[in-house]
Nanobody, 126 residues
Framework: QVQLVESGGGSVQTGGSLRLSCAAS????????LAWFRQVPGKEREGVAS???????RFVDSVKGRFTISKDNAKNILYLQMNSLRPEDTAMYYC????????????????????WGQGTQVTVSS
């Protein structure tokens, strides 16, 4: 059974940094798209960053140049490094996996991603 467990959320001030981690079980790191999403109450879940099997990355425009996505294959951990955080980055962040691993969209809604973690809260204060 695939399990995704996020950690690393917290509260920071504007301009600060956080690194989110997502520990995964199973073989998903080698066979699926990996992604981070975020959601605020009352809004649709937003794709933030994705990572394809061969390493291609995609980012939503609002985080380009500030966030990076990476993975440690030996540890089965997906990361989201978030720098220069802004109040509008405040959200619940979710790790996700799915698809065949080659085309990994960053778009609203679940899309191809059918495995989800429980989420970790990120709060950025001004």
């Amino acid at each position: 059974q695939v399990q995704l467990v996020e950690s690393g959320g917290g509260s920071v001030q504007t301009g600060g940094s956080l690194r989110l981690s997502c520990a995964a079980s199973g073989y998903i790191f080698s066979n699926h798209c990996l992604a981070w999403f975020r959601q605020v109450p009352g809004k649709e879940r937003e794709g933030v960053a994705s990572l394809a099997v061969y390493g291609s990355m995609r980012f939503v425009d609002s985080v380009k140049g500030r966030f990076t996505i990476s993975k440690d294959n030996a540890k089965n951990i997906l990361y989201l490094q978030m720098n220069s955080l802004r109040p509008e980055d405040t959200a619940m962040y979710y790790c996700a996996a799915g698809g065949e691993g080659y085309y990994c969209p960053v778009a609203p809604g679940p899309g191809i991603y059918n495995y989800w973690g429980q989420g970790t809260q990120v709060t950025v204060s001004s």
